[in-house]
């Protein structure tokens, strides 16, 4: 790409002194007209000036191609890379942000670029461009976070982290604008009219029901039937919620028809095998 810029740089600057050139040659043809007298075919200054006018207007339609030849191939080449960039425009923005966490961090666009270039320096080569745009990727996310962590209290590196990653999902539409906000702001406005009731208000507080309902509402290509869920497999939510690391374990799920047989099945064993126990226990 740089070289590519280079030579469309060059043509460019070219491009400009042909056209003052021939502007130049244009206001001494129309002088050397309004001054000639007799056959304009003898007149060899006027010859000369014309030859040399086409001469130009030639080179310079020559150039005009190998200019739009350029921006073609700098245009498939930036839109090769267009990732990384975006990468790096999330980066900086989740930089700038850091001032609201706390008015001490304040880091420079010229701070951000200088470490930008650098990262592009460190990342290992590959002539093949997406393994090239991955050595790339991994180089500034780690690099920045890295150098910007060092300017950072302890408590704050791992919101840090979180904004970094939240913003990607953003950018990528995994979090919507909704899910985003009633994470930060709650339920706010949201009509509660059509709300399921709370199935257990002794262990679900009505907040957290009405976030529920805001979750069911808010991500619904995700969570439409969270509501019903929660209500059906009522013990399984608790017992997640109860657990001592409930994020490191799957979601409850709704159990199949023959899981819920065999539960059954399995409690009738259970009843019948604490029954018998306690007749042993009276016979004796």
């Known amino acids: 790409i740089p070289s590519t810029l280079e030579k469309r740089t060059e043509l460019m600057l070219q491009l400009a002194d042909d056209k003052r050139t021939l502007k130049e040659l244009e206001d001494r043809i129309l002088r050397l007209l309004s001054e000639s007298s007799g056959n304009i ?10 030859s040399e006018s086409k001469g130009i207007s030639t080179a310079v339609n020559i150039r005009v191609k190998e200019s739009e030849i350029a921006a073609v191939d700098i245009d498939v080449a930036c839109k090769e890379y267009t990732q990384v960039a975006t990468t790096g425009s999330i980066l900086y923005f989740v930089i700038a942000d850091l001032a609201n966490i706390n008015p001490m961090y304040q880091f420079s666009l010229i701070y951000y670029v200088r470490i930008f270039n650098k990262c592009i320096d460190m990342a290992e080569q590959s002539e093949e461009v997406d393994i090239r745009m991955q050595y790339l990727e991994a180089s500034i996310m780690r690099n920045i976070f890295l150098n910007v962590c060092r300017g950072l209290f302890e408590d704050n590196k791992l919101i840090f982290s979180f904004i970094i990653a939240t913003s990607f999902q953003r950018h990528r539409k ?111």
């Open 174 to 284: 995994e979090i919507n604008a909704g899910e985003w906000n009633l994470m930060l702001r709650g339920i706010g406005l949201l009509d509660l009219s059509q709300r399921p009731p709370n199935p257990d208000p002794n262990f679900f507080s009505e907040k957290m029901w009405d976030f529920v309902y805001g979750i069911q509402c808010y991500s619904p290509q995700l969570c439409s039937d969270l509501c019903a869920h929660m209500t059906g497999c009522t013990d399984e939510w608790k017992d997640w919620v109860n657990a001592p690391k409930p994020h490191l374990l799957p979601l409850p799920r709704k159990p199949t028809e023959n899981e819920e047989e065999d539960k059954e099945a399995k409690e009738a064993k259970e009843a019948k095998e604490a029954k018998e126990a306690k007749e042993d226990k009276e016979d004796k």
């Open 41 to 50: 075919l003898d007149d060899e200054v006027l010859i000369s000036t014309l």
